[in-house]
């Protein structure tokens, strides 16, 4: 199981735990699609390579973002008790 999958079945509540699973799924499904959608976009503009330079650039301010705006996403820890994922 994905540690991403981890987290949204340890962390959500049971009542919405479905829907939640669901959307992250999609999520996990869409995303790569709309990833290799702007990668062609921005390659077509420009250069391959400088699409993965953007791309990488992009994901880095991204995930600083995601860091400093969520700072309980970044001490989140799995429950003792949970299983090992691999």
Same mark, same amino acid.
């Given at each position: 199981?994905?540690?991403?999958?981890? /987290?949204v079945?340890t962390?959500?509540? #049971?009542?919405?735990?479905?829907?939640? $699973? +669901?959307?992250?799924?999609? %999520?996990?499904?869409?995303?790569?699609?709309?990833?290799?959608?702007?990668?062609? %976009?921005? !390659?077509? !503009?420009? $250069?391959?390579?400088?699409? !993965? %330079?953007?791309?990488?650039? /992009?994901? *880095?301010? +991204?995930?600083?973002? *995601?860091?400093?705006? *969520?700072? !309980?996403?970044?001490?989140?820890r799995?429950?003792? #008790?949970?299983?090992? %994922?691999?």
């Amino acid at each position: 199981m994905p540690r991403r999958t981890a /987290l949204v079945q340890t962390a959500t509540p #049971d009542r919405f735990r479905g829907r939640v $699973s +669901a959307a992250e799924s999609v %999520v996990g499904a869409g995303g790569p699609a709309i990833g290799n959608f702007r990668a062609g %976009v921005v !390659a077509s !503009a420009t $250069s391959p390579g400088a699409s !993965a %330079v953007i791309g990488g650039a /992009l994901s *880095l301010v +991204a995930t600083v973002a *995601l860091a400093a705006g *969520l700072p !309980a996403l970044r001490r989140w820890r799995a429950p003792e #008790d949970a299983p090992a %994922v691999a």
